[in-house]
C-alpha cells in the first residue's frame, strides 16, 4: 500500500572517522520506530570477490563504483511507495560474522546515511535535509584506526595504506565539495558525547514539529 505523503528525508554523511554511528543512534532513540527508518549505503557494497584488485593486493571500497547503485536507490524508492524492503547485512567481508537479514519498512521519516548520497544525483535530489558531519583529519584517522584494529581485526598497515589512498581522497573529491550545500554542518572533534546529544535533541524537536506534525 502506498504512502499518501512521501517522507521527509534527512541526508547524513560524514567523512569516516567523523562519529555518523554515534550521532545516527542518538538520534534514532529521539522516535519510535514507526517514526522513522534508516537506510543506509554501507549495505549496498558490491561482493569484494567481484571487484578489480590493485597492485597492492587491497581493495578500494572508497569509490561510488564500489556501491550496488541502482539496488540502493530501488530500495529508496520502496520507501517512498510504502513497501517494506529486505537487505543482507554487509559484514565488511569478516568470514567470522554471519550477516542478518535487515528489514526496513516505510515511515513518515526517513534517514539516507552514506559516503556518496550527495554524489549520486538521483539519491541528493530525494533530500529535504542534508546533514555533514566533519572531524579533523588526525583526529578522524586516530578513531579509524581504533574501529579497524580492534573491532575489524585488520593490520594497521593496511589501515594507514587505505586511508591515506583510498578514505581521504575519495572524501575530498565525492563528499567535500557538497559540503557549502548541506543545512546543517557538525564539527566533532571530541569524545565527549553531550555537544552531540544537544545538536541531536534540537534538530529532532525540530523534525518532529515539521514531518510528525500531522500525524
Not at 100 to 115: D, F, R, S
Not at 126 to 147: P, S, V
Not at 168 to 195: G, H, S, W
Amino acid at each position: 500500500m502506498k504512502r499518501t505523503n512521501p517522507p521527509y528525508v534527512i541526508g547524513i554523511a560524514g567523512s569516516s572517522g567523523s562519529g555518523k554511528t554515534f550521532f545516527l543512534n542518538c538520534f534514532l532513540d529521539h522516535f519510535a520506530p514507526a517514526e522513522i527508518a534508516l537506510i543506509s549505503q554501507d549495505d549496498y557494497y558490491i561482493p569484494a570477490h567481484t571487484k578489480t584488485r590493485e597492485e597492492n593486493k587491497l581493495y578500494n571500497f572508497d569509490l561510488p563504483t564500489a556501491i550496488d547503485r541502482a539496488a540502493f536507490y530501488h530500495d529508496i524508492q520502496s520507501l517512498f511507495n510504502g513497501r517494506t524492503i529486505y537487505r543482507q547485512e554487509y559484514t565488511f567481508n569478516n568470514p567470522a560474522l554471519t550477516p542478518k537479514t535487515l528489514e526496513t519498512k516505510p515511515a513518515p521519516i526517513l534517514i539516507v546515511e552514506g559516503l556518496f548520497i550527495f554524489y549520486y544525483a538521483e539519491v541528493n535530489t530525494l533530500l529535504n535535509h542534508r546533514i555533514f558531519l566533519h572531524a579533523e583529519e588526525d583526529i578522524a584517522l586516530q578513531r579509524r584506526l581504533k574501529r579497524d584494529l580492534i573491532e575489524r581485526g585488520y593490520d594497521e598497515d593496511d589501515v594507514r595504506y587505505k586511508w591515506e589512498h583510498h578514505v581521504m581522497p575519495a572524501y575530498r573529491k565525492y563528499l567535500l565539495p557538497f559540503r557549502e550545500q548541506c543545512d546543517r554542518i557538525i564539527i566533532n572533534n571530541t569524545d565527549d558525547p553531550v555537544p552531540i546529544q544537544a545538536i541531536v535533541d534540537e534538530i529532532s524537536a525540530d523534525l518532529r514539529s515539521k514531518a510528525l506534525k500531522t500525524l
